[in-house]
């Protein structure tokens, strides 16, 4: 077994981080964060200086999102997985009704079976490679998936649920490894919701929430009821929606968040917008992705994981490798090469590589990963 292998300087990448989350992290953010070091690190959260920060990503998030004018930005402390209790306290009023085709789009399902005040979800499942949206159901008042399955790199479409706004159910989706880097019309959603380590390049520890007023009005409505007597249900302030938005509404969080994690992102938000906002990230990793996909279209031992064209995301990619070549080798090789992270999702347990393409990361270091991986796989 080769364990030992050195590729060619020609065929690196010029970075060579490809991670699926925490993903690369900019040298412009890296001098925003040291630029910053001075006179943000360190501050208080709640006052001018970084409420600006605040204020700025807020904005550049609006605009990336050619938001509608009465929806809203909403943030708070814990990430994506902490969103999934908050809207399980403030936003699904009874019971929800679940798409769930990877290991992260059945953890908010997960959430809403554990959680005792709620009914018993209704559960729309598929198999890891494929897509499963909920049809329409009956005493539903929140249909929930996810925009892309960061476990297995399926791409979901993201419209409502037919019939679903005459029941007056909410559309909530996770859009973490989708923000950024995947097209949506977020007047589809209710709630589309992200951390910042994906396409927004920074790191975790922090929500963020595009609101219709649909959603506000369900939080605000929700935790009159859990404060009524007899309420079986419990909103604690770090769950509540309707106090993290009456705090981002002053350009802040509830909690002490991580201010590199603000500084980072802003300034991602505001290259995103600078290079032409949504069209451009997507179409950068539109073509990211195809020369993956391509690639393994190709190849005699690979393939592509997702086998419907239509659903394969082009934020997180997915390739299956032959039996005869060890993925974990090839992985393993690559990092000591300085090509770091694209093992697959250890819970899939497939034989597989998993790469990030998000908007920071070069297409033509996706092209030289591609070169680097046959290179491993010759010499094995």
């Known amino acids: ?35 910053g070091g001075r006179t943000l690190l360190g501050t208080s959260h709640r006052q001018p200086p970084v409420k600006h920060l605040v204020a700025s990503i807020r904005e550049g998030l609006a605009a990336f999102f050619s938001m509608p004018d009465d929806y809203e930005i909403a943030l708070g402390n814990g990430g994506a997985s902490a969103f999934w209790e908050v809207a399980c306290a403030s936003l699904i009023n009874r019971r929800a009704a679940f798409g769930c085709y990877g290991s992260f789009s059945r953890k908010f399902a997960q959430s809403a079976e554990n959680a005792p005040f709620l009914e018993t979800p209704v559960i729309y499942e598929s198999e890891p490679g494929t897509c499963r949206v909920p049809d329409l159901t009956d ?30 159910a909410l559309t909530l989706i996770d859009a973490t490894s989708a923000a950024g880097a995947l097209r949506v019309d977020v007047r589809e959603t209710d709630a589309y919701y992200f951390s910042p380590q994906k396409a927004f ?29 007899g309420a079986r249900r419990w ?17 802040q969080t509830l909690n002490t968040p991580a201010v590199a994690t603000l500084i980072m992102m802003e300034n991602q938000v505001r290259w995103l917008n600078d290079n032409g906002g949504m069209a451009w990230a997507t179409a950068r990793c539109a073509k990211s992705a195809s020369l ?13 994981f997702v086998k419907d064209p239509t659903i394969r995301s082009h934020s997180v990619v997915t390739v299956d490798l ?24 250890r819970k899939l347990g497939r034989n597989q590589l998993r790469v990030g393409v998000f ?7 996706v092209a030289a990963l591609t070169q680097c991986v046959d290179y491993v796989v010759e010499h094995l």
């Open 322 to 345: 032959d039996d005869s070549v060890n993925a974990a080798q090839v992985v393993a090789l690559l990092r000591e090469n300085g090509i770091v992270d694209t093992f697959a999702y």
């Open 201 to 229: 390049g920074a790191d975790g520890g922090l929500w963020v929430a595009v609101l219709s007023p649909a959603a506000v009005e369900r939080a605000e409505s929700v935790e009159r009821s859990a404060k009524l007597p």
């Open 1 to 35: 077994m080769t364990t030992s292998l050195t590729i060619p300087v020609s065929l690196l990448p010029e970075d060579g981080r490809f991670g699926s989350g925490p993903s690369k992290i900019r040298p412009e953010q890296v001098a925003a964060l040291e630029a």
């Open 139 to 168: 005493d539903v008042d929140a249909y929930c998936w996810a925009h892309d399955e960061t476990s297995t790199g399926v791409e979901a479409p993201i419209r409502r649920v037919p019939g679903s706004a005459e029941q007056g």
């Open 235 to 251: 909103v604690p302030p770090f769950l509540s929606l309707t106090t993290a938005l009456s705090n981002s509404r002053k350009d």
């Open 359 to 365: 908007p920071s990361v070069e297409p033509s270091d």
């Open 292 to 304: 993956l996909y391509d690639w393994a279209e190709r190849s005699d031992y690979a393939t592509p």
